[in-house]
């Protein structure tokens, strides 16, 4: 089917699979900014704005049917950028790039393959210290932890995560500013006219979703929840 054996068929399911990923990523934002309302006066863990939006998550017939589609999207996007660097490699030998310094190619447009793995081994950490005590839980028959607003202050609190996670939602931040308009140029949605337009939204929206990201942590850090 030319949908996986050719060139063009690879990329669109590559740009489908990263804008997917991206509507994720705004709807795990606005989940996350509750952590921004603090312990909002509950009086029991459960009353914790976060917690009400996490018991939501975890137990929504819609999100626990999204959630292997999602995985499925992981999956998607991790395999076929392994197969279109390789085809890349292939095709451009050590001549990838070596007309890079003189046309406009971005850093991030050259190494979306490394940016893609740092944000992959950190999102393996984030998987580890949230998603499996809590929604992973659910699935398996566990006892999901009942805070997760108390993992979030544990983690938060210590600076050395707080830096490690920084870090990794930069790195994102680069895979998105060429993701976004290139997934564009990828689905032929690339004329004169709306290149500038699909660049400068893709440049608006990484930074929102990079700042809204970047400030969760830090409120915590500097004790701004007390
Ligand atoms: C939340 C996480 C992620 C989001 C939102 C995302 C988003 C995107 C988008 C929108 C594109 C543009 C697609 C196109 O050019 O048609 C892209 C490209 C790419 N992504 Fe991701 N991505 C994510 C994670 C990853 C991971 C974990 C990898 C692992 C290796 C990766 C590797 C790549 C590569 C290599 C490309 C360029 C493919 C090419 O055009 O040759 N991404 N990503």
Known sequence: MWIFNSSIGRKLIMSLSGLFLISFLIVHLSANLALLAGTGGAATPAEIPYNVVCHFMDTNPFIMVMVPVLALGFLVHIVYAFILTAQNRKARGNDRYASSSKTNISWASKNMFILGIIVLGFLCLHLIHFWAKMQLQHFIGGTPDANAYQLAVDLF??????????????????????????????????????????????????????????????FFMFGLNQ
Do not use: D, E
């Open 157 to 218: 609190t210590n600076p050395v995560y707080v830096v490690i996670y920084i870090v990794w939602i930069w790195a994102l931040w680069f895979h998105l500013t060429h993701g976004f308009w290139s997934a564009f140029q990828s689905m032929g949605l690339n004329n004169y006219n709306w290149m500038p337009r699909w660049k400068a939204l893709g440049s608006v929206l990484a930074t929102l979703i990079a700042i809204g990201f970047t400030i969760i942590p830090l």
